[in-house]
């Protein structure tokens, strides 16, 4: 059975930094793809960030130059750093792994950005 844990969220003040971690475990073949999304009340879903195996990325405008994805592969992690935060940041966090085995999601880690 595969599950994704992530951690590190919590209450983050403007301007400031925050890094939040999901680990994979469990049977999960071939990932081909790690993000971060997020969802703020009252609003759909939304990418954050992705990394592919190679290692490409992508993120959404909003945080481009202040959010920075990165993966370990061997333990199937995947972090997102969040600097300059804004108050617009705050929202549930969730991990995706995207694998030929399949496509996983952790249960978010909630992050509030307040002074």
């Known amino acids: 059975q595969v599950q994704l844990v992530e951690s590190g969220g919590g209450l983050g003040q403007p301007g400031g930094s925050l890094r939040v971690s999901c680990v994979a475990s469990g049977s999960i073949f071939n990932i081909y793809a790690m993000g971060w999304y997020r969802q703020a009340p009252g609003e759909q879903r939304e990418l954050v960030a992705q990394i592919a195996s190679g290692g490409r990325t992508d993120y959404a405008a909003s945080v481009r130059g202040r959010f920075t994805i990165s993966r370990d592969n061997a333990k199937n992690t995947v972090y997102l750093q969040m600097n300059s935060l804004k108050p617009e940041d705050t929202a549930v966090y969730y991990c995706?792994?995207?694998?030929?085995?399949?496509?996983?999601w952790g249960q978010g880690t909630q992050v509030t950005v307040s002074s």
């Open positions: 995706r792994i995207s694998s030929f085995s399949g496509d996983y």
